[in-house]
């Protein structure tokens, strides 16, 4: 267990909002222009909400936070596979997008603009299921935000959150073996490994998202912290998923590093 993460570059929380804010608007002008697949790119659809919706397990009567839902896309499976949601999340032009969705598909879910750090948004034991896809890993006060979830979620509830893949982000010959470069010289790429910062550091980060041109935050951490978050909590692990494509899809699709290393990683718990 690592005893303590040295960290760097924190303290700017305030600017990865305004950063999120704007790349929200670019999110969400793609989306709507549709060049995005509303669901995501094929990473999300093919590795992240299969898993999502297998440790989250029956959603049919049960009370559920999207924790920093975007635009609500995922929200609204959700609803749809007989929950009843909240969506809440930091950026307003995202949850503005949230209610329109919300009234062009008529769904019943409850949006609001709401930063996770903020303690008491709502009151203990108020959710079934908490999900946080794609998000912790945006936010720099992690162990506040765990901590509020913790307490929202009743006895026996269920946590899942996913995140870029810590180990394999920060990786240079994976960021390399994104660039459209071919498919051969990727795989050549992908046999070597390289890390851009010492492993045990939390480091924040600024970098294109791939929707935007500007940049957008990220929290660095290692597995151990993340695996940490539940284990200091006592919550009994459910599930611990590092997803790849299978190799036809993966060079089909152009995602071959997706076959080598694990973009994301998956963490279910179950609250004692
Ligand atoms: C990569 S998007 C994922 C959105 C959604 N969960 C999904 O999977 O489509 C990350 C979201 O986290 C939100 N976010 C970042 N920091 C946050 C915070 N401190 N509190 C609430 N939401 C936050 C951003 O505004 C953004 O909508």
Redo the contacts with the bound molecule.
Sequence with gaps: MIKSLIRMGLGESKR??IL?EQA?KDFIALVQSGEQHED?DLL?RKLLIPYALKYLGNLKGKRML??????G??TEMFEKSGASLVG????LT?IEAAKERKVKNKLKSDFSV????EPNLFPKESFDLIL????LH??EEVDQ?FENLHSYLKPGGRMIFSILHPAFDMNTSQRLARSRISSESKKQIMMKYELSAPYNYEVRYERQ?GFTEGLVAYYFRPVSKYVNLFLTRNYKLIGFTEPTLDYDTAVKNDEVAAYYLPRFLILGGEKQ
């Excluded at 999207?66 to 635009?71: L, P, Q, V």
């Excluded at 709401?114 to 750090?117: G, P």
């Design positions: 990865d909002k999120w929200a995501g999300r999207d924790a920093g839902c975007g635009d896309v995922f809440i999340d930091a950026s995202m709401c930063e996770l750090e946080a896809n794609m998000v945006e936010i935000v998202a």
